[in-house]
């Protein structure tokens, strides 16, 4: 057979070791920390202890060289406990590290990534803009040559860019318009800037209703000088890297949904099986036992998708048709099982003590973040020739 539906004993005692770290140390303070809004040094230095940092990264480079899967379920138990946690994690690895480790020269990854294994330092991942979002061409952040410096000098403004506003943040890509073509279209490219460059400012955005203890920026480029060995990639090639990007945080999302969607079948269950009404536990009655029936039956089917889109990568097969449409029904189907898990907590589902209530808001955001739903079916669609 082609396929083995088994874990092995490293993946094993990989989702062990994680969802203990999960349970015990952030499970505790989550609902602490997503009232306060507050972004956990601590926590993210524990689990850069635990090495979720830098997990597919070579170790030559100071990363853990763990394969795809490894890396997906270490979200995945991060997001059952906590959607800003698995953020973090998700938002360094796929979005911030991964570039630099995939594109970066021999320099760069020396230079850049050990840092970036160890948990004491974040690196973030500059792609939205105030008006270009699911429009990534419509960027209007430039960056101009300067011959004379052998300097690029970038202008603009990003938003909602996670990682990027916090101590430990130690640099931001940044996708810039290089170039316009005569026929309108933008030339992009893609660079490196540290955090503490002259020109750079990053404001941390408050008020968010989900993932309120993740860290999100919002950036301003004001004539922001960077060598020009600081070029990511080669010139034009940013629209590029930012979308092959995505296909991999794409992973990493759908890794979100599916743990978000297993959490709250978990709490779910727990809550149906102690909570009684006329004289027995809800989960008796046929109307909750057929709610947790399809919560079950949808979480199972999100891990097939997600676990072989996962398989594909890590075997060097097409893998972005499946990446899109994993991020597409992981999304949905945890949107589903927040809503029908608060639905059967009824009036306490309401309430933040009960941690339903901030998987229900959690949930918000995958469906959103990093292509919206509509934009991954119009990915899919076109992947099938439509």
Known sequence: MSYSFAESEELQLMRATVRKFAESEIAPVAGRLDEEEKFSVELTEKMGELGLFGTIVDPAYGGQGMD???YIVAVEELARIDGSQASTIAAHNSLGAGPLYYYGTEEQKKKYLPSL??????????L????????????????????????WVINGAKIWITN???????GITVQAVTDRKADGRSELSCFIVETGTKGLTAKQMHGKMMWRASNTGELYFDDVRVPAANMLGKKGEGFKIMMETLDN?????????LGLARGALD??????????TFGKPISKHQAVAFKLAEMATRTEAAEGLLYKACWQKQ???????????????????????AREGQQTFGGYGLMKEYPIERHYRDAALLRIGEGTSEIQRLVISRYLGC
């Open 68 to 70: 795809y899967l490894s």
């Open 128 to 151: 939205t803009e105030p008006e270009a979002g699911s429009d990534a061409q419509a960027s209007k952040t430039t960056a101009v040559f300067d011959k004379a410096r052998n300097e």
């Open 267 to 276: 709490l779910t269950l727990k809550y149906a099986g102690e909570r009684q």
């Open 249 to 257: 945080g794409r992973l990493s999302i759908g890794a979100m949904g």
């Open 315 to 337: 075997n060097h097969l097409s893998f972005q048709k499946l990446a899109a449409m994993a991020k597409l029904y992981c999304s949905e189907v945890a949107e589903y099982c």
């Open 117 to 126: 294994c160890t948990g004491k330092g974040l690196w973030a991942f500059g």
């Open 164 to 170: 990027s506003a916090n101590p430990l943040t130690k």
